[in-house]
């Protein structure tokens, strides 16, 4: 339940849509109706202990503590498999 996790970090913003890094997991948030939507959810093998990046190819990074840069499409799914970062 992300409602019960205090949120660390910025979101990313681009347009209407929010990105959102809470525990392992990256989140898009719109707002409808006066309140947020998560549209999609990204899990990684690990805490994510920063902000998410935005690219300019419209695609989402963050690095989690599984050491990996985990790149996300506007549409919530792995652009490619998890890079390690060493």
Do not use: F
């Not at 990256?26 to 990046?53: C, F, K, M, N």
């Amino acid at each position: 339940d992300y409602s019960a996790v205090a949120l660390r970090n910025c979101v990313a913003v681009e347009g209407e849509r929010m990105y959102a890094a809470i525990g392992s997991k990256l989140y898009a948030l719109q707002e409808r109706d006066g309140a947020l939507a998560v549209l999609w959810q990204y899990s990684t093998g690990g805490h994510i202990p920063g902000s998410p990046a935005l690219g300019g190819d419209g695609r989402v990074r963050v690095h989690s503590s599984d050491g990996k840069l985990h790149c996300v499409t506007a549409e919530g799914e792995a652009a490619h498999a998890p890079v390690a970062i060493e």
